[in-house]
């Protein structure tokens, strides 16, 4: 019985990803920490963020308002933190975040005044979706995709979201029941229970920047230098070190002199000159996945689970305990789904993970609004979130493997500003239709978006080749890779180097079945400079 016990365990923990984490290191499970403390911060606002504003006598029309501009904060601070964090560090950006997000809870946390909470929104990280926007997601991504292997990238991502959702859904809980406590005391008005889970918001801001603070610098993208080696010219050298010839190139960097123009045209010039550092081939890739994730953002703005509780909470009048119950349970069953993500797109694919998952969420979307109870319309709302986050984990894998290491944090960020910008809109589009009585249109908006994503991600990246920008020895080495044997990797790398080419693939061979053929029948096999040889042949 108990080596069944014992081969089951073994098994879960290679399965689900676990021994990936182990394997990347300490790093890995302080981001993967980090964020679950976020996200249980996140889902206390998740449950009563337009609540509150309701709470506070602000019509439907301003709370809309104030997420779009929320939205609009988060678009130029994520932006500028993500395109400079490998030049200021990404630790400390990550601690920049952090104090903000302890400064946006405690203002929350004492003020009513509608103008200075919207200048805490937008200045501070505040999420009025329940998601991870702002300067950290893209960040960490960023580190965990170059801490991984290939191997291991989808696992531990798909552990970083998963674990993300369980925070949420601890948070949601939370907050549904400390808000049923404290309102059921006599001294304990309505507003002064919001505020006291915002308290509960700006500790795990500080729980979030003491795991930032532990973090060390194999974190950060490592420094490209050039390096030159001697190489030996007599004619008796016969062992010559293939990476002498390999020396990297740092990438060009575009600088923007102090007197040209005013802020205001530095500003679009330097995010510029940021996008035209990303390669051509990356940048051709990216355009499409971006105009996607923008209509994907789009409908996800317009309905925002802070928002979907609102509409439950005017629709049905549940207590809020119930509806932290419902929401609670909506993010729990996201975690356990997310757990999935990484063996699912083991066996069938990155791509096809996304999609596969995102569209039975995106129906759920479409026709939540037409059920007339509350555990009809409850039933879709888990379907929804049960399913939605699936894609997060295959998402952020895709991008690493078709972007340059060097390039994954300026990519992800944008991809996070450009998420952040079609999301913006939403939330005004929603309390106007709310305002007027036609909340429900937003949801079949928004679903019919979702829809269309998934068929044209599906159709633009299906077939697509993925980790042509890895090293050989970062790919997977399991039964079905190719295995190619040291002595012949270092001949392809020297062939390589002299010849200019970086198309040449190596014969395919077993580890100890090395085929050495001469280019001609009347050349000599010289032992000397590779250079010198090839030079005498031409």
Known sequence: MSERITRG??????????????????????????????????????????IFFSALGISDH??????????????????????????????????????????????????????????????GVISITGGDFGPFRSIEESMLSQL??????????????????????????????????????????????????????????????????LLTDSCELPSSKETYTQLPQEENVSNIDASAENRVEPPEVVLIPESSGNWFMRIPRWLFDRLAQISAPTRSVMYKLWFLLA????????????LT?????EKFHPSKSTLGD?????????????????????????????VFTHTPSSAAVLVFPFPSHLWMTAGLLLVRAGLNNMDQAPRAAFIAAVVKPEERTAVMGITATVRTLAAMAGPSVTG??????????????????????????????????????????????????????????ELQSLADTDSGSEDIQPEKSGPNNVNLQ????????????????????D
């Open 432 to 489: 106007i239709l709310a305002a007027s009585d036609r909340f429900w249109i937003a949801y079949v908006v928004a679903g019919s978006c979702r829809l269309s994503y998934d068929f044209g991600l599906y159709a633009m990246f299906v077939n697509m080749k993925l980790h042509e920008h890895e090293k050989p020895t970062d790919l997977p080495n399991g039964p079905s890779a190719r295995r190619v044997a040291d002595e012949e990797m």
């Open 148 to 213: 991984t292997t290939p191997s291991t990238r989808a696992d531990v991502l798909a552990w970083y979201v998963t674990t993300a959702l369980f925070g949420s859904s601890l948070g949601s809980e939370l907050s549904g029941r400390v808000l049923r406590f404290l309102q059921s005391k006599d001294n304990w008005s309505e507003t002064d229970s919001y505020h006291a889970l915002f308290w509960i918001y700006a500790v795990m801001g500080l729980v979030n920047l003491g795991l930032v603070l």
């Open 326 to 354: 419902i929401t609670s349970f909506s993010y729990l069953l996201g975690a356990v789904s997310a757990s999935f993500a990484g063996p699912l797109a083991r066996k069938i694919g990155l791509i096809n993970t996304m």
């Open 309 to 313: 509780n609102y509409y439950m909470d």
């Open 518 to 537: 001469l280019p001609g029948g009347s050349q000599r096999l010289r032992s000397r400079s590779p250079r010198r040889s090839m030079q005498g042949e």
């Open 9 to 50: 365990l073994k098994w879960f923990y290679h399965e689900f990803g676990i021994a990936a984490i182990h394997e990347t290191g300490r790093n890995a499970y302080l981001i993967i920490l980090a964020r679950t403390c976020r996200m249980f911060a996140y889902g206390t606002n998740a449950l009563i963020l337009a």
């Open 295 to 306: 209509v994907d953002s789009l409908a996800d703005g317009m309905v925002p689970y802070s």
């Open 62 to 123: 301003q709370i809309g308002l104030f997420m779009t501009l929320t939205l609009m904060g988060d678009v130029v601070l994520g932006t500028f933190l993500t395109l400079v964090a490998d030049r200021l560090g990404r630790r400390r950006v990550l601690i920049g975040g952090s104090v903000l997000m302890v400064l946006s809870g405690i203002i929350f946390a004492v003020f009513e005044n509608f103008w200075i909470l919207l200048l805490a929104a937008i200045v």
